[in-house]
């Protein structure tokens, strides 16, 4: 089995993008690397649904309740199972942009208290337990606030699975904010997981290249590689 890293983060956040760095770097260093991308708008049956969803067909956010809306994500990754498992086994490393985190923070965002942390055991036993989907070995969280987030969406190319300028998430900036708070709630309390900031501490945005060199050390420190790969 190789090494399973998740790239996690609000939208606008950069995952595509420093995932596909990621992938092309470790592959040039000698690595066997493989990607995975959730959802799977086009590839399951589960991904098309979530597509619908987050175009709004089945109404907003705030009359959806988060576990239905959570049990559609978490059943799209036992739908990919075997061929997560596959990427797994044909590699030395897997890099995924988004997975279980993503159904934590932007479902766990929703509840509040008592009641998100009931849900955020509860979905970890669905997705690990029940499903028994792999779990990542490590857990990177782009940081990013909510308002910049929002700019960036703004930028972005359309997305074949939606109509609309943004997509359901996307479109809302208080939602967004509590969705950050989830994610860095969830690095607080798991040493696997790590945050990477976005922005400097003046409040300017971090080019990719810098971005990109702090994920590939945190990768390669947790991945023991050699110092031939690592440079």
């Known amino acids: 089995m190789s090494y399973f890293v998740a790239i996690e983060g609000i939208d606008g956040s950069g995952k595509g993008t420093q995932t596909a760095a990621l992938v092309d770097f470790f592959q040039t260093s000698g690595l066997s690397t493989g990607t995975i991308t959730f959802p799977r708008y086009s590839e399951t049956l589960t991904g098309k649904q979530i597509g619908r969803f987050l175009d709004g067909q089945f109404g907003t956010l705030e009359n959806l309740h988060p576990i239905p809306i959570s049990l ?16 797994l086994d044909d590699h030395d490393l897997l890099i995924a942009d988004r997975y279980v985190g993503s159904n934590f923070a932007h479902q766990g965002a929703r509840l509040l208290g008592a009641e998100r942390q009931e ?14 989907v792999p779990r990542p070995d490590l857990v990177i969280v782009l940081d990013l606030p909510a308002e910049v987030s929002a700019e960036r969406v703004a930028r972005k190319n359309a997305r074949d699975y939606t109509r609309q300028v943004t997509d359901l998430h996307e479109s809302d900036c208080d939602y967004l904010i509590g969705v950050r708070d989830v994610y860095l709630q969830l690095c607080r309390e798991n040493e696997h997981w790590h945050v990477v900031n976005c922005l400097t501490e003046s409040g300017e945005g971090r080019s990719i290249e810098e971005i990109q060199n702090e994920l590939r050390s945190l990768i390669t420190a947790q991945f023991d590689l050699t110092t031939d790969a690592a440079n």
Request: charged letters at 30%; hydrophobic letters at 40%.
């Open 72 to 87: 559609m994500y978490a059943t799209e990754r036992f739908e990919s199972r075997d061929v997560i498992c596959q990427k």
């Open 119 to 132: 849900f955020l055991q509860w979905i970890e036993q669905v997705e690990y337990g029940i499903f028994k």
